[in-house]
Structure formats: structure tokens, C-alpha cells
């Protein structure tokens, strides 16, 4: 069982910066692969960014490439994902998600973002 807590979501300008945290509790951290995705009003919840579970791989959706950057410390059980250049259309709930192939598929509560313009 994994618990994920998301936290540093909040309200900044459009082209201002933020650094999402998504710390886990339980076993085994480094077991699993950590996503973030992200849900907006309206809208289906989407892909951001994925990272492998030992950090040598990262994956992003298009629309983030270059901004955004995906990050973990396994030995603080803590995933990141730093947001540069922020626009209106990144405001959203943002998730975080953890999977591993052999079994676990875990969501935290999400973290509210909003950008201005």
C-alpha cells in the first residue's frame, strides 16, 4: 500500500514558476515508476510527465516538453515536478500517480494549480 501527498500547488502569473512535491509512505518507492498527470474543468484528466523508478528515464506530453521537469529522490520517497513558464492553459488539479508492473496503482488527492494571465 502507498499513500501519495501532493503539495505546492497555488495561484502565480503566467510565465511565474512552481515546484510541485509528491511524497509517499509505505514500502518499496523506488519499486515503482511516479507520474504526474493533471485535470482541468471540463476536461478529461491527461498525461504530464513520468519517470522510471530508478530516475534514468523521464517522458513528457508535448505540450510540456522543455518547461516542465520531472524529478525523485528515492531516499527522501519524494517525487517533483518543477514548472517553468507557466501558462493559463497549465491550470488544473495536478496528481500524482504511482505504478509498478508487478502489482500497485495508487493516486494522491491532487494539488490545485492555477495561472493567470
Known amino acids: 500500500q502507498v499513500q501519495l501527498v501532493e503539495s505546492g500547488g497555488g495561484l502565480v502569473q503566467a510565465g511565474e514558476s512552481l515546484r510541485l512535491s509528491c511524497a509517499a509512505s509505505?514500502?518499496?518507492?523506488?519499486?515503482?515508476?511516479m507520474n504526474w498527470f493533471r485535470q482541468a474543468p471540463g476536461k478529461e484528466r491527461e498525461f504530464v510527465a513520468s519517470i522510471a523508478r530508478n530516475g534514468g528515464s523521464t517522458y513528457y506530453v508535448d505540450s510540456v516538453k522543455g518547461r516542465f521537469t520531472i524529478s525523485r529522490d528515492n531516499a527522501k520517497n519524494t517525487v517533483y515536478l518543477q514548472m517553468n513558464s507557466l501558462k493559463p492553459e497549465d491550470t488544473a488539479v495536478y496528481y500524482c500517480?504511482?505504478?509498478?508492473?508487478?502489482?500497485?496503482?495508487?493516486w494522491g488527492q491532487g494539488t490545485q494549480v492555477t495561472v493567470s494571465s
Open positions: 500517480h504511482a505504478n509498478r508492473p508487478s502489482g500497485g496503482n495508487y
Open positions: 509505505g514500502r518499496a518507492f523506488s519499486s515503482y515508476a
